[in-house]
């Protein structure tokens, strides 16, 4: 069974600073692996998508990275801003449904 | 709007009450999911449907809990005699055919049960 951990569970940096948050998985045959953003009370937003062939996903500011032989994915954050405050979310999909498999998330605060 | 939508967005109800939550999906994604997520978890898959049939279901999906999709295009999801433990989030999402595309989520309906 796949279980998704990720570290820190909750992370508070001052603004412009550049930062990672972790993801690991167990089972390394996994198709994609997804990063999302969760704003208080609200639903999901995707981030990025990495495919297992690839090692690397940048979108702006956002840059993702993907081993699968060790089971571990980055989200990289350069230069942070207070907007950029909320729970991000790593996820990869299994079973036959290829439903996602989540981990907890990581509360991030980006202070002012 | 050409997203996920969810509705009610928010419902508060009493221990024993039955509740009905509605997803309509991006028009031509055949793929559907629902997941519940409690505070500070990740959300938890709960249901799958490819088109109007059911194809899989997770065990947190209790005899309480009843999932429909008619006509492949919105679907429901019944809890029965809520219980106080079924306060979550409950979040639909869909995706096309394809492998390599993301599942776009809804804003989600969450459940308070008094």
């Known amino acids: 069974k796949q279980e998704v951990t990720q570290i820190p569970a909750a992370l508070s940096v001052p603004e412009g600073e550049n930062l990672v948050l972790n993801c690991s998985f167990t089972?390394?045959?996994?198709?994609?692996l997804q990063w999302f953003r969760q704003d208080p009370g609200k639903g999901l937003t995707s981030l990025l998508l990495?495919?297992?062939?690839?090692r690397e996903q940048t979108s702006g500011r956002l840059n993702a990275s993907l081993d699968k032989s060790s089971g571990r994915s980055t989200l990289y954050i350069a230069a942070s801003q207070p907007g950029d405050s909320a729970t991000y979310l790593c996820?990869?999909?299994?079973?036959?449904?290829?439903?996602?498999?989540f981990g907890s998330g990581t509360q991030l605060t980006v202070l002012p | 709007d050409t997203g996920v939508s969810q509705n009610p967005r928010h419902k508060i109800t009493k221990r024993g009450q039955n509740v009905t939550f509605r997803c309509d999906p991006i028009?031509?994604?055949?793929?559907l999911y629902w997941y519940r997520q409690t505070l500070g978890q990740g959300p938890e898959f709960l249901t799958y449907?490819?088109?109007?049939?059911?194809?899989?279901k997770s065990r947190l999906l209790s005899d309480r809990f009843s999932a429909e999709r008619p006509k492949g295009s919105f679907s429901t999801l019944e809890i029965q005699r809520t219980e106080q433990g079924d306060s979550a989030m409950y979040l639909c999402?869909?995706?096309?055919?394809?492998?390599?595309?993301?599942?776009?989520f809804g804003p989600g309906t969450r459940l308070l049960v008094l």
């Open positions: 996820a990869v999909p299994s079973g036959s449904a290829r439903q996602l498999t």
């Open positions: 089972d390394s045959a996994i198709y994609n």
């Open positions: 990495i495919q297992s062939s690839q």
């Open positions: 028009s031509e994604h055949n793929r």
């Open positions: 449907f490819q088109n109007e049939a059911q194809l899989e």
């Open positions: 999402a869909s995706l096309s055919g394809r492998v390599r595309e993301t599942q776009y």
